[in-house]
């Protein structure tokens, strides 16, 4: 199985290579999630693209890597959504697969986009439904 994610980028044209969360902690919970089935959705804040993040395309197939790095999952965006903060519905924060409900969504979000220094109610974040396409671990 390849691993490097040069052979991945031939294998999936477009491919960008992204990270869960802020820390290698959550990245790898998120990650576990993903593997478990609980996980097909996250989100993006609009101000993580204008600082540079790679914005999700419907159909392109991504890399999601670990906090060293090193691929973990490729990944097809499936569905994306330009939602508020404050208008998250449950439904789509469940499939995010990290909380019981959209009150738990909120409060760990709000926790994570404050350490990133970007929260506000109204800031737009860009929700995406995924597949998993391969797993390499």
Known sequence: MTRSIEALKARHPGAVAYRFGDG???????????RAGKKRATCLAEAEIAAGEAPP??????????????????????????????????????????DDDLAGWMAGHERYYRRLGIFAPD?????????????LA
């Open 57 to 98: 395309e419907v159909g392109r197939c991504d890399i999601a890597v670990d906090f060293e790095d090193a691929p973990q999952l490729v990944t097809r965006t499936l569905e994306l959504r330009r939602v508020r903060y404050r208008d998250m519905t449950e439904e789509m924060a469940l499939m995010e697969g990290e």
């Open 24 to 34: 290698p902690e959550l990245c790898a919970a998120l990650l576990a999630l993903v």
């Open 123 to 135: 800031m737009w974040l860009i929700w995406e439904r995924f597949e998993v396409v391969e797993d």
